[in-house]
T-cell receptor, first 113, second 111 residues
């Protein structure tokens, strides 16, 4: 079946540290891949996306590259800030499916000053 | 342009009571979804709709019902509330390129 796996959290980093959150997927077909972010007390917001292999999504200093050969979409940021503290969700959507997006379990990130 | 709005923001129900969570969108998106998010967990899909008059079950539909009479509105009905339905409920819409837009959520406690 289709699924998304993320590294377990919580992740705690010092300000200006390098961030990597691993995400791998299993899918039939050719999915689009997403990272969503959820700040405390809010709904999910799209952070970045990639729709085909080797695409790089980027936003607010975050980047993720769609790696078909390793079925991965790892999230990276070179220098995190306290304001990046949130829960990050990796997700996939299949182009052949009109109905559902599959989310990973989420990874909680805390950035301390 | 308000996006996706949900009401109420908070609600406390007694066991056995019923209520409707409202969701309204002004983006003219055909696809709409209801998720629940339990503490420390990811999202579980309750119901979804691909257009007015069309709904289908997700992963955890038991104890819930939905209707979709218009493109804008997608209410979620809880019948006979149980403590297991204590959760945060999110409504979302989707564009043709599969990106989802979420409402701010409704925090429900059943005691």
């Amino acid at each position: 079946g289709n699924s998304v796996t993320q590294m377990e959290g919580p992740v705690t980093l010092s300000e200006e540290a390098f961030l990597t959150i691993n995400c791998t997927y299993t899918a039939t077909g050719y999915p689009s891949l997403f990272w969503y972010v959820q700040y405390p007390g809010e709904g999910l917001q799209l952070l970045l996306k990639a729709t085909k292999a080797d695409d790089k999504g980027s936003n607010k200093g975050f980047e993720a590259t769609y790696r078909k050969e390793t079925t991965s979409f790892h999230l990276e940021k070179g220098s995190v800030q306290v304001s990046d503290s949130a829960v990050y969700f990796c997700a996939l959507s299949l182009k052949t499916s009109y109905d559902k997006v599959i989310f990973g379990p989420g990874t909680s990130l805390s950035v301390i000053p | 342009n308000a996006g996706v709005t949900q009401t109420p923001k908070f609600r406390i129900l007694k066991i056995g009571q019923s209520m409707t969570l409202q969701c309204t969108q002004d983006m003219n998106h055909n696809y709409m979804y209801w998720y629940r998010q339990d503490p420390g967990m990811g999202l579980k899909l309750i119901y979804y709709s691909v257009g007015a008059g069309i709904t289908d079950k997700g992963e955890v539909p038991n104890g819930y019902n939905v209707s979709r009479s218009t493109t804008e509105d997608f209410p979620l009905r809880l019948e006979l509330a149980a403590p297991s339905q204590t959760s945060v409920y999110f409504c979302a819409t989707r564009t043709g390129v599969h990106e989802q837009y979420f409402g701010p959520g409704t925090r429900l406690t059943v005691t």
